[in-house]
């Protein structure tokens, strides 16, 4: 059973546009979000991260939106640009003593020049 | 400074062989994370380690699966008689607490045949 869910496994955007990357989750225990960025061939890199507590965190190009009754959040990348060609992952953790990552799937994103 | 490293980056072996695969976190991390990828799926946890305390092993998949983390530092991951459904990218990742951001190594491609 997925806790996790990004239900699209792949988005397509043009330079410059607009990238937004979905994801859903069903536990509400869940207290902190993070996406995370992966290029072939290497590990995740953390991208940016929300608190249940806020709504909205922006880092740059990134922002991170969290609808808590939606159970739903959403990664804005603005402007795209090639090299955020990557899959995302969406992430999620309860409150505890170990912190594990409860994640997606991931969505493929190409931004194409 | 450096990132999470891993060894080997690629394994092949035969069915029934064990494997070690090795993770040297960012120095001064205390909190260490094992997750596996199997093909087409998201990243699944399998352990943690925090400092001296028991070792959180809720997400081994079976007893064929062991792990140790020597000084407070090095992490390996045992394999016993492996299988060809042990087959996936094994990921570790390390932060400075388990409150902290979780920075990943590149993974260990293992294929069992």
């Known amino acids: 059973d997925q806790q996790v869910k990004q239900n699209s496994p792949s988005l397509s955007v043009q330079e410059g546009r607009i990238s937004i990357l979905n994801c859903d989750y069903t536990?509400?225990?869940?207290?902190?979000f993070l996406w995370y960025k992966k290029y072939p061939a290497e590990g995740p890199t953390f991208l940016i991260s929300?608190?249940?507590i806020k709504d909205k965190n922006e880092d740059g190009r990134f922002t991170v939106f969290l609808n808590k009754s939606a159970k739903h959040l959403s990664l804005h990348i603005v402007p795209s640009q090639p090299g955020d060609s990557a899959v995302y992952f969406c992430a999620a953790s309860v409150p505890g003593n170990n912190r594990k990552l409860i994640w997606g799937l991931g969505t493929s994103l190409a931004v194409n020049p | 400074g450096a990132g999470v490293s891993q060894s080997p980056s690629n394994k092949v072996t035969e069915k029934g062989k064990d494997v070690e695969l090795r993770c040297d976190p960012i120095?001064?991390?205390?909190?260490l994370y094992w997750y596996r990828q199997s093909l087409g799926q998201g990243l699944e946890f399998l352990i943690y380690?925090?400092?001296?305390?028991?070792?959180?092993k809720s997400g081994l998949p079976s007893d064929r699966f062991s792990a140790e983390r020597t000084g407070g530092s090095v992490s390996t991951l045992t394999i016993q008689r492996t299988q060809q459904e042990d087959s996936a990218v094994y990921l570790c990742?390390?932060?400075?607490?388990?409150?902290?951001?979780?920075?990943f190594g590149p993974g260990t491609r293992l294929l069992v045949l």
């Open positions: 120095s001064g991390h205390t909190a």
């Open positions: 929300i608190s249940s």
């Open positions: 536990n509400s225990m869940f207290d902190y």
């Open positions: 380690f925090q400092g001296n305390s028991a070792p959180d």
């Open positions: 990742a390390s932060s400075l607490d388990y409150q902290e951001t979780q920075y």
